[in-house]
């Protein structure tokens, strides 16, 4: 089977790089760096520099392919929201119905609903109504309608917040180190968490491409209580945790007054007292999670003492 994977230099695309290493599988990768790195690299593995926002670029790049995972986006730099999670899309589109693509593999995120934080209990599946609230979730929702409108068989990934070793921004690097220095956890006592493994991302992404998943939007990633989360770290870390729960009528007094409180202090006041539980019911059933939230956090520890970043 031939795949033309987008995005494989980034976060998610190296590890699963990773997990198809194995897989008799010719892989063709998209890249506009020059020479770019890869932590696993082998055989049938192919390197081409193209660009998705520039059709011209990718005028070879999608012959004789039978799926193509499009992992690229942009996450941060605003004047890039269009050309790459748009444009890009469009382009990957037009080539794939030119040149009878069998299925695209598209990953999009959770934050298409709009609705990252709640002190209400809310549940929200695949079919949750979608209400972005900034240019990354617009145009990542645009995206996927712009894959299901073009009637190639599909599957759209959603995951929640994803962690593990070679993460660029060090995910859950700081809530480790506050564990292992036995620091306090203040909470909401039935606050919520949404997490997924980046190994089990691929391995979602991997599943998809060796069996008949189509024209389905999935939810990727496990809601548990955020003290249930502290106590499985450190556990995993082999360590004790300090959580001390603080009363909802203080987390909904802090929300009346938000608007006095820094950005920074309102993300980590609704870090610890969110109730957004993301249903991953689809994703259990029919595929599982290969390696699990406990397996992936002491990973990422032991990835993070290994770097001497966890001291």
Request: hydrophobic share 40%; net charge positive; proline share 3%.
């Amino acid at each position: 089977m031939n795949i033309l994977i987008t995005g494989a230099t980034g976060f998610i695309g190296q590890h699963l790089l990773e997990e198809l290493a194995g897989d008799n599988l010719h892989i063709r990768i998209i890249s506009r760096q020059q020479d770019p790195k890869f932590w696993c690299m082998n055989k049938n593995f192919r390197v081409l520099r193209a660009n998705i926002a520039d059709k011209r670029s990718l005028k070879d790049v999608f012959s004789n392919t039978d799926i193509v995972i499009n992992l690229a986006a942009e996450l941060r730099d605003s004047e890039n929201f269009e050309p790459t999670n748009i444009l890009g899309v469009q382009n990957i589109v037009a080539l794939s119905r030119e040149n009878n693509i069998k299925k695209i593999i598209h990953l999009s995120s959770v934050g298409v609903v709009g609705l990252q934080y709640s002190l209400r209990n809310i549940v929200v599946d695949e079919n949750f109504f979608c209400d972005p609230k900034n240019e990354y979730e617009r145009t990542k929702l645009e995206a996927e309608k712009i894959i299901i409108d073009s009637k190639i068989p599909f599957t759209i990934l959603r995951p929640t917040n994803v962690f593990g070793d070679h993460h660029p921004r060090k995910a859950l690097l700081g809530f480790l180190q506050r564990i292992k220095e036995q620091k306090p956890f203040p909470i909401k006592k039935d606050a919520i968490v949404n997490y997924v493994y980046v190994k089990d991302v691929a391995h979602t992404i991997r599943f998809s491409i060796q069996n008949n998943i189509e024209n389905t939007t999935i939810n990727i990633g496990e809601s548990i209580h955020l003290r249930s989360f502290i106590e499985m770290a450190a556990q995993q870390m082999d360590y004790s945790c300090n959580i001390r729960y603080i009363p909802s009528i203080a987390f909904t007094a802090m929300e009346a007054i938000r608007y006095l409180r820094s950005e920074e202090i309102k993300s980590k006041f609704r870090g610890v007292s969110n109730l957004v539980k993301y249903k991953d019911d689809f994703l259990k059933k029919k595929i599982g999670y290969k390696y699990g939230l406990k397996t992936g956090i002491h990973n990422t520890a032991a990835y993070y003492f290994k770097q001497g970043l966890l001291k």
